[in-house]
């Protein structure tokens, strides 16, 4: 066995919002909600539900407040309810709506960052301490685009995303996202990466966003373990990409990590068959293609 | 970085055997040799060239001493070329077209070696030592399948692996294989098997076959290479798979290792643009689906 794993791993749902939010074919409300309470009986308690962004923007989410209305009167005691918010304004809609964690997201490469959102850092950070004064209530999560290297500009240096991580540490964020966003990094780098800033910022948590682009969203996964990751970002089907990062593919599949963790011994509350099941709804329901192995081989079942 | 991982790598390339072997449509004899050929140029210097069995069985394979005798008239100063067999017959046909070295394959679980070659551990034994009393200068491998687990048994434990492969050791056989033959091995078995069997057998070399039926090929890969394993079989265009192992997917993919493993900094010889030039060959003269992430994401093109 390895040493040191964590006996226990927290995933966070991100299909609902990065997953659906590249699918051009409305998708529904009650057919949203019915994929996310499908992963709800399945067991996954965490989920970063959409986005309030402009539905000029990404038309798909424009039901964002009605999907977190919704879903939280059902569950809101029993789920980790989060959207992601582009600004102030998306952060109070997202308020409103009864999120009360939000993130908000800075690309550690500075051209990304300006092609992903149109900001420089400095304007990001300006634009985080703004939300934070504003919503004293809100706990805000950043996720760190990026992280390990930018389509424009290639390898990402850990003490990029050291300083940057500094200055939004010192406005009083205690969770960050650590985002392979084009699936290009490898393990040792998420390995090293992940160690550093655990002992940089202790009192951090950090999870791991980390795409399949290259098949290495479980290898990766393998490796924050390994350096003590407990929290990682996955998506039902592989379903994902990103917009501005040509030829990024999806996320790492929610089934995909959860069948190599719960073959590991490492629980994460979710039944991997009842994902499964899942499957035939996204299938059914989200016009895209469902990318998971698991989706493919189910030979699980001859194991015991 | 990870501490203790091997500077350099090995690569076997099992693609004109175990990826060809399951193809339908017969695939002309030089085509097979423009594929091997555009591997050798891409750097690949070790190869499972094809499998001297019987043409009734797999017609795919019946030009096994052509190939065999064209590729090593070219290059056999240059490459390892080996050959499975599944009998003494077979190891003969391979002496008789120049090749040297060949690998038997016996299953760890007792009924996968049943349906895969309808032999008994002892009958298995014996065959193998009669073939290495035969043909005195023949180097051979054994490949041990399902030592992860079985389609029929479930898990396999490392007990039985240890015991099969020390009947093999007693024999003077100094390569094994272990092959996670239907893709469902994970990173902590794949490290705890690796280092048993080295502890066990310090001065055999040890080598991984891992499928990706579940994601985990490259995963698998890491957890081996932590483990001190220095080969890997792996096939181009992640061809392969397993008649009598129902729902297992292909090898891991050449280029897909080669990547990862360049890109950690971990020399294989090999070069990743001109393994994705051989993948068109691949497309064009092979009747069955490219199953690498690479051939999808060109996402290696930004980094330096």
């Not at 992601?84 to 997201?105: F, H, M, S, T, Y």
């Not at 790492?252 to 190599?260: F, I, K, L």
């Amino acid at each position: 066995m390895f040493k040191n794993l964590p006996a226990t791993v927290s995933i966070n749902e991100v299909g609902p919002r990065d997953g659906l939010q590249n699918v051009k074919t409305f998708i529904p409300t009650e057919d949203k909600i019915a994929i996310i309470e499908g992963l709800i009986a399945a067991g996954i308690n965490s989920f970063e539900l959409t986005s309030f962004v402009s539905p000029k923007a990404i038309p798909q989410l424009a039901d964002a407040a009605d999907v977190c209305r919704t879903i939280l009167a059902k569950y809101g005691d029993r789920i980790n309810a989060s959207a992601l918010v582009p600004n102030l304004k998306g952060a109070q809609a997202a308020w409103d709506a009864g999120i009360r964690e939000v993130a908000c997201v800075i690309s550690v490469s500075a051209a990304h960052n300006k092609a992903n959102i149109n900001r420089t850092h400095d304007e990001s950070i300006a634009d985080l301490a703004k939300m934070i004064e504003s919503l004293p209530g809100m706990r805000i999560r950043v996720d760190l685009a990026t992280a390990f290297a930018c389509p424009f500009d290639g390898w990402v240096g850990p003490e990029a995303v050291r300083s940057l991580a500094s200055r939004i540490h010192q406005l009083g964020v205690r969770k960050i996202v650590l985002a392979d966003t084009i699936g290009v990094a490898t393990p040792d780098r998420v390995y090293a990466l992940s160690s550093y800033m655990r002992s940089q910022f202790p009192e951090v948590e950090f999870a791991l966003h980390l795409h399949d682009t290259r098949g290495m969203g479980l290898t990766n996964t393998l490796a924050g373990l390994m350096a003590g990751i407990t929290t990682f970002e996955t998506s039902i089907a592989g379903l994902g990409g990103c917009p501005f990062a040509p030829g990024a593919a999806g996320n790492t599949a929610t089934e995909d990590a959860v069948n190599m963790l719960q073959d590991m011994n490492i629980g994460t509350g979710i039944s991997r068959e009842k994902l499964i099941d899942v499957l035939s709804l996204v299938a059914e329901k989200v016009d895209a293609p469902v990318n998971s192995h698991l989706a493919k081989a189910k030979l699980y079942e001859c194991l015991n």
